[in-house]
């Protein structure tokens, strides 16, 4: 091998959250010939952040099945840990887990339901190394035809103008707010019920708080 570039790659792993002096020295790698290539003795400083868990249910109005992908996010308020993190669902049951780093004077996450059709729901959540975090089932209401988290007039028209077909056509979504192959007075319900309600934003946690 001539020139830069990378033969080799150690790695650390820690099991206890804390912050490490690591040092290594004596390694060696071989050539074919073989001969010795010694390794530079080297230390390093290593921080090893603990988990949280964090789990929940949540369902989505009008619907008997509950989510089982990709609604629930959490994001990091400092931006020191950058996700995504996987989420685990148990679709019979409409529930969700995923585990994110914390540290050990706790790490504050902005926690995130949101599904198509439906108002997203958001809240603040701090947690440390080792901690479990059961959250409050939520239900995320539905009507937001042309997903742009407000159930507005163009909601209503959208649902309207396909009434009774099996053509849910909405520019951005579906009129089909509740999946069951049709728009009916379901979907109009629904949609009714929560006009003028808006989807908070990540720094507006009302009028829906999870």
Same mark, same amino acid.
């Given at each position: 091998v001539?020139?830069?570039?990378?033969?080799?790659?150690?790695?650390?792993?820690?099991?206890?959250?804390?912050?490490?002096?690591?040092?290594?020295?004596?390694?060696?790698?071989?050539?074919?010939?073989?001969a010795?290539?010694?390794?530079i003795?080297?230390?390093?400083?290593?921080?090893?952040?603990?988990?949280?868990?964090?789990?929940?249910?949540?369902?989505?109005? #009008?619907?008997? *099945?509950? %989510?089982?992908a990709?609604?629930? /996010?959490? !994001?990091d @308020?400092?931006?020191?840990?950058?996700?995504?993190?996987?989420?685990?669902?148990?679709?019979?049951?409409?529930?969700?887990?995923?585990?994110?780093?914390?540290?050990?004077?706790?790490?504050?996450?902005?926690?995130?339901?949101?599904?198509?059709?439906?108002?997203?729901r958001?809240?603040?959540?701090?947690?440390?190394?080792?901690?479990?975090?059961?959250?409050?089932?939520?239900?995320?209401?539905?009507?937001?035809?042309?997903?742009?988290?407000?159930?507005?007039? #163009?909601?209503? *028209?959208? %649902?309207?103008?396909?009434?009774? /077909?099996? !053509?849910? @056509?909405?520019?951005?979504?579906?009129?089909?707010?509740?999946?069951?192959?049709?728009?009916?007075?379901?979907?109009?319900?629904?949609?009714?019920?929560?006009?003028?309600?808006?989807?908070?934003?990540?720094?507006?946690?009302g009028?829906?708080?999870?």
């Amino acid at each position: 091998v001539s020139g830069p570039g990378t033969l080799g790659h150690i790695v650390f792993t820690g099991a206890t959250p804390g912050v490490y002096t690591v040092t290594y020295q004596g390694a060696l790698m071989s050539d074919p010939a073989p001969a010795a290539i010694p390794i530079i003795t080297r230390t390093a400083v290593i921080t090893v952040y603990g988990q949280a868990t964090v789990s929940g249910i949540v369902k989505l109005q #009008g619907r008997a *099945t509950p %989510i089982t992908a990709g609604p629930v /996010t959490m !994001v990091d @308020t400092t931006g020191l840990f950058v996700g995504p993190y996987a989420t685990t669902y148990d679709a019979s049951l409409g529930t969700f887990s995923l585990n994110v780093p914390a540290l050990a004077a706790g790490t504050t996450y902005t926690l995130t339901a949101d599904h198509d059709l439906y108002l997203g729901r958001y809240k603040l959540l701090t947690v440390t190394p080792g901690g479990s975090y059961a959250q409050p089932t939520t239900t995320l209401r539905g009507g937001d035809a042309n997903n742009d988290e407000r159930v507005a007039i #163009g909601d209503m *028209t959208c %649902i309207g103008n396909t009434f009774g /077909t099996a !053509v849910p @056509t909405c520019t951005g979504g579906s009129s089909d707010i509740n999946a069951d192959g049709i728009v009916n007075i379901f979907d109009l319900v629904i949609a009714g019920g929560n006009y003028g309600l808006p989807g908070p934003g990540p720094m507006d946690f009302g009028p829906m708080p999870w």
